[in-house]
T-cell receptor, first 114, second 115 residues
Framework: DTAVSQTPKYLVTQMGNDKSIKCEQN?????MYWYKQDSKKFLKIMFSYNNKELIINETVPNRFSPKSPDKAHLNLHINSLELGDSAVYFCASSLRGRTSYEQYFGPGTRLTVT | AQSVTQLDSHVSVSEGTPVLLRCNYSSSYSPSLFWYVQHPNKGLQLLLK??????LVKGINGFEAEFKKSETSFHLTKPSAHMSDAAEYFCVVSEADNAGNMLTFGGGTRLMVKP
């Protein structure tokens, strides 16, 4: 009965490859997010989708493309991976509408680009 | 624009002693504030949240935080640290705009608990 799940948990790949990370939530939320946590533990939002519509798109290279087939899923595809993409990527979900709605986070995907 | 400053990147306490993790925020509107905890190699778990009701907020595992608008602070405390409290703690501010609920994270405070 995991609330927010991500696959894979670990991803090791070479520069130039294309990879995807999948996220699913079973909380009935209408909004999902991708965050990047760098090596210094700093967390920054990348994207947010509400009911399959992109609503937040921070300054992220075009190589990153999120896709939301339905409001329970948000996938992240990364083209032409670079060394600097190595990080932990977290998916989260919430209800939209009030700032008091907390976000629930997945366990993270540790991406290592060699 | 909103921002969060966690004043200490590392805090070390002995088991059984009080914990204080400091957080200051800035926000254009009345924000919601959260504390999240991240144990090593784990995801983020919500500890507590402030949403303009009571200024003293109680969370899980004996943690609490006090919202002080005049000081723009939201410090996290616990009367007695336990070894299992060792983790990274994030103070977070949430502000809604037309694009949705934006969470802004502080830089994190690593709490170390000595036996």
């Amino acid at each position: 009965d995991t609330a927010v799940s991500q696959t894979p948990k670990y991803l090791v790949t070479q520069m130039g490859n294309d990879k995807s990370i999948k996220c699913e939530q079973n909380l009935g939320h209408d909004t999902m997010y991708w965050y990047k946590q760098d090596s210094k533990k700093f967390l920054k939002i990348m994207f947010s989708y509400n009911n399959k519509e992109l609503i937040i798109n921070e300054t992220v290279p075009n190589r990153f493309s999120p896709k939301s087939p339905d409001k329970a899923h948000l996938n992240l595809h990364i083209n032409s991976l670079e060394l600097g993409d190595s990080a932990v990527y977290f998916c989260a979900s919430s209800l939209r509408g009030r700032t008091s709605y907390e976000q629930y986070f997945g366990p993270g995907t540790r991406l290592t680009v060699t | 624009a909103q921002s969060v400053t966690q004043l200490d990147s590392h805090v070390s306490v002995s088991e059984g002693t009080p914990v204080l993790l400091r957080c200051n925020y800035s926000s254009s509107y009345s924000p919601s504030l959260f504390w999240y905890v991240q144990h090593p190699n784990k995801g983020l778990q919500l500890l507590l949240k402030y949403t303009s009701a009571a200024t003293l907020v109680k969370g899980i595992n004996g943690f609490e935080a006090e919202f002080k608008k005049s000081e723009t602070s939201f410090h996290l405390t616990k009367p007695s640290a336990h070894m299992s409290d060792a983790a990274e703690y994030f103070c977070v501010v949430s502000e809604a705009d037309n694009a949705g609920n934006m969470l802004t994270f502080g830089g994190g405070t690593r709490l170390m608990v000595k036996p």
